[in-house]
């Protein structure tokens, strides 16, 4: 155990009062043998209006493996769970704290009940019924009454990784201001070229005025990268040069690294704030709402499906074939067919399909251009890969930080396309396909989603300000929240074949479900519950 790490008060029975039981410290064996156990909660003001009688605090360590998360649950009456993010008083108890200087923001001085309750949690699932648990809760995000640190000795950087994403640059420039304007921060630098920027590159100093207008361009202005995430040479760098609050953008596998980054900085006893915020076109991170970028991926992924509708409705038996991003997760194909309406098959990594036969698609697009004369196939860049895998050979190739390379989909089915009906069928077809990935990825994000990565970035700030830390800011239910590392990693967010906007979209384009009849009777037959 790190010297300057406190032992944390616990008990083996739920807390019935504010009471401290046994106390035992992270590495012993006490801790090890424990899975759930209550610890007290240094933090003044939770709970406030619940009595602590209602309450049960729990400190779940990842049994697992002792380097996993440790996660800190917070029980209460009727099934409510609150999984709470860490807080510098959890491992350095005796830190001071100061009035939020926001207070004194002419523009936010008048806004009533501009701090956030301490108690204010937000529900994961808002519909329930009447004898339903309440279920897992977040806290909210926003500015806090105290913070735990004072304007002028936060040092703050800011880092992007992973792939591009409309918007990174609103996110850089909200950080900026938000830390400048509203907290009157002034040493905020940005880390060059994603992770591997930490030890390997030099900083870049960040303003107000050096990031006013980066949100009108494509890209990250910090450059970004896959690979190169060395915790320790990471957090060494971090200490070394006295950075306070790192805040960290990027999909699911920089959160995973931000929370190893997190862990190692608990381990070091450092009063180091970390902070996601979450970064993925394909809207595949679990538990919140929407990732900033998507929108405009939708809003720009139109232009390549009306250019296919043009295309194809032009010559006799025209095929467009659009390929979209996604490579687990098909919402941005979704989103796109849907609100579309020229599309008249959607391809999806959830939704597995096949060509020959009947039900598949190749007699699907042989009756589309008999009714219409011309088609338009979406096609997500993670669907069918397994059919592609049993035609060619070179899977299990990976980029830098691990994720599977994929093999050309859209090449791939425009190919077999041509094939079957050109040489099988003796039928002329006119097909011309589209990849506009990287032309989507690059372009400035739209309005409405710029003022969402305003609103992720101010909540992360507060969130860091007021002594949260290892959370990544995220909107659950249209509410900013903090949400624990682990919860947005465990798991991607994906497209759920058997909910309504799938329906929806099979529906609109009345495309096959492929799906077997033994299938579709399984699903629609409830299960006996375990005895
Ligand atoms: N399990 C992990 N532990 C530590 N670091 C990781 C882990 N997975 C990924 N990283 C690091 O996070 C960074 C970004 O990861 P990755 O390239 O997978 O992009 P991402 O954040 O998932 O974004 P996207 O996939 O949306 O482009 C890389 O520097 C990578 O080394
Ligand atoms: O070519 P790159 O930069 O490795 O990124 C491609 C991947 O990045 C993503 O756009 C996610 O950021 C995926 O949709 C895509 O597979
Ligand atoms: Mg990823």
């Keep these: 155990m790190h010297p300057s790490l406190p032992p944390l008060a616990m008990s083996t029975e739920p807390v019935e009062s504010e009471q401290v ?3 035992a410290d992270h590495d012993s064996p006490t801790w090890r043998q424990l899975s759930d156990f209550s610890v007290s909660v240094s933090r003044k003001g939770f709970p ?75 529900p994961q699932k808002v519909v329930v019924q009447i004898n339903s648990p309440r279920g897992i809760h977040f806290r909210r995000g926003g500015p806090r009454q105290r913070v735990y640190f004072e304007s002028e000795d936060v040092y703050a950087c800011i880092v992007t990784c992973g792939g591009l994403c409309p918007g990174l640059n609103t996110v850089i420039r909200e950080l900026v201001c938000g830390l400048s304007y509203m907290y009157g921060v002034k040493k905020i630098v940005g880390i060059q070229g994603g992770y591997r920027g930490f030890y390997a590159r030099n900083t870049i100093p960040l303003a107000p005025k050096i990031v006013n207008d980066i949100h009108k361009r494509g890209g990250t202005i910090l450059g970004t990268s896959r690979g190169g995430h060395d915790v320790m040479k990471i957090v060494d760098n971090i200490q070394d040069r006295g950075i306070n609050q790192v ?30 915020i979450p970064k993925t076109i394909d809207n595949d991170i679990a538990v919140i709402d929407k990732s900033f970028g998507f929108d405009t991926a939708v809003e720009e992924a139109q232009r390549a499906i009306n250019a296919a509708h043009v295309e194809a409705e032009s010559v006799e038996h025209g095929i467009g074939v659009v390929k979209l991003m996604g490579r687990y997760s098909g919402f941005i194909a979704m989103y796109a067919t849907l609100a579309s309406r020229d599309v008249d098959c959607c391809l999806i990594p959830e939704s597995p399909f096949y060509l020959e036969g009947k039900g ?10 008999k009714e219409n004369g011309h088609m338009v196939i979406v096609v997500a860049e993670g669907a069918g890969q397994e059919l592609i895998a049993a035609s060619m050979r070179s899977m299990g190739r990976e980029d830098a930080s691990g994720n599977k390379l994929l093999l050309d989909v859209g090449l791939w089915l425009s190919q077999k396309i041509k094939d079957h009906f050109t040489s099988k069928q003796k039928m002329t077809i006119n097909l011309k396909y589209i990849d506009p990935t990287y032309m989507i990825r690059a372009i400035p994000s739209i309005a409405s989603d710029n003022v969402y990565c305003t609103l992720l970035a101010q909540s992360a700030v507060h969130g860091a300000m007021a002594g949260y830390t290892g959370f990544t800011a995220g909107l659950v239910n249209g509410r900013h929240t903090y949400i624990p590392f682990y919860r947005v990693t465990e798991k991607r967010n994906k497209v759920i074949i058997t909910d309504r906007m799938w329906a929806r979209l099979l529906s609109s384009t009345n495309q096959p479900s492929f799906l077997s009849a033994e299938y579709i009777e399984e699903i629609k037959t409830p299960r006996e519950p375990p005895k």
Excluded: C, W
Aim: glycine fraction near 10%; aromatic fraction near 12%; charged fraction near 30%.
């Design 21 to 23: 039981v046994v106390e």
């Design 48 to 122: 406030s209006q619940a009595s602590y009688a209602d309450l049960r605090f729990r400190s779940v360590k990842d049994m697992g493996s002792l380097a996993g998360p440790e996660k800190k649950i917070v029980e209460g009456k009727l099934g409510y769970v609150l999984e709470d993010v860490p807080h510098f008083t959890d491992y350095l108890p005796d830190l001071p704290n100061y009035p939020n200087p926001l207070q004194d923001n002419p523009a936010y001085s008048v806004v009533k009940k501009y701090f956030v309750n301490e108690d204010d949690t937000v």
């Design 247 to 276: 805040y960290i953008i990027g999909g699911d596998g920089t959160q995973k690294g931000a929370s190893v980054i997190f862990e190692e900085i608990r381990r070091r006893g450092l009063k180091v704030a970390v902070a996601g």
């Design 360 to 369: 598949g698609l190749f007699e699907y697009i042989e009756k589309r251009l």
